[in-house]
């Protein structure tokens, strides 16, 4: 199974366009260390030759041109794709709105929970991807699927679907109750255990989770590598950079640092490799040479980069 990270950013990317905290001023500047980094989604491929996405993100036309192994064949017809099929973990912009690129009348498949699948079907703009070209298919909130192409062949990847702590996506809230409560357990937000057909090895994605429990930490014991939520370092960051008012946990991520963070709510889980997706521009661990990168490392954790590749 080959995995690749094409985009390990949260949304906005890095650094984002309207950004001008010090993070994305060093990025823009080429300060060595500090690498731009496009929107969280991640291809994995059972066979090498055909592809599946997980989330779609806006950055999705850069990312297939950065991926030569999601570009059409020399030897493929006029309109062709290597890329099978799409995985949805949740209905943010940030994993749909890269949907829309994907609009020129070419078979592949959608997998969803019946709540992304409810939010697509509700937003008229996204029947561009005419639904008898590209089938929407649900993904249950739990239970293993083959995932398969627009044609019913199977790409030789698994999925083991799972709800995971979050919330509802930013633009599904009601703004008349700003003080409610939007977290969400019941599926809106999901995290896929992935496999190959035949192969032993297997890896999770859950690049947004709200908090670790011990179902999770008992879900992801022995996993060959954890593709996991890193969005912010503290839970607070937003507000101290003076980008934003939310906190992570207002935004449905867990924190990285700190007694109810991610390491050390998964110090003593046995995990392969461990390794820090979806990170916001106000990130310190952006900077390789910042102490919370140093930080990270130690802990074990590695933080993910655009074009990262490993094999299992």
């Not at 980094?37 to 041109?65: C, E, H, K, M, Y």
């Not at 991926?67 to 890329?83: N, W, Y």
Request: glycine fraction near 10%.
């Amino acid at each position: 199974m080959l995995v690749k990270i094409i985009g390990s950013a949260a949304g906005g990317g890095f650094p984002q366009w309207n950004c001008n905290y010090r993070l994305s001023r060093a990025a823009r500047s080429g300060m060595p260390g500090v690498r731009p980094r496009t929107q969280s989604s991640i291809a994995v491929s059972g066979d090498g030759a055909g592809w599946v996405l997980f989330n779609a993100s806006p950055d999705i036309r850069q990312q297939i041109a950065q991926t030569p192994e999601l570009q059409p064949p020399a030897d493929a017809p006029p309109r062709s794709t290597p890329i099978r099929a799409v995985v949805l973990t949740n209905a943010d912009v940030d994993h749909v709105a890269g949907l829309l690129s994907l609009r020129e009348r070419q078979p592949f498949a959608i997998y969803g929970t019946a709540q992304v699948l409810e939010t697509l079907e509700a937003n008229s703009i996204f029947n561009v991807l005419d639904p008898s070209i590209v089938s929407r298919r649900l993904l249950g909130p739990t239970g293993e699927l083959a995932i398969r192409d627009a044609y019913g062949r199977e790409t030789g990847v698994v999925v083991d679907s799972f709800p995971v702590p979050g919330k509802i996506a930013l633009y599904l809230e009601q703004k008349a109750d700003p003080s409610a409560d939007f977290s969400s357990d019941r599926g809106d937000t999901i995290g896929v255990r992935i496999t190959a057909t035949g192969r032993c090895g297997a890896i999770f994605y859950i690049p947004g989770c709200a908090r670790i429990d011990a179902a999770l930490r008992t879900r992801v014991a022995d996993a060959a590598c954890l593709l996991f939520d890193g969005t912010v370092y503290t839970d607070d960051e937003m507000i101290i950079a003076r980008v934003g008012q939310k906190t992570g946990a207002r935004m449905g991520h867990i924190a990285i640092s700190g007694e109810e963070g991610s390491i050390a709510g998964l110090a003593d889980v046995k995990i392969g490799r461990r390794i820090f997706v979806h990170i916001n521009n106000t990130n310190p661990i952006l900077d390789e040479n910042s102490a919370e990168h140093a930080a990270v490392r130690v802990a074990g954790w590695e933080v993910a980069s655009d074009g990262m590749e490993m094999e299992f």
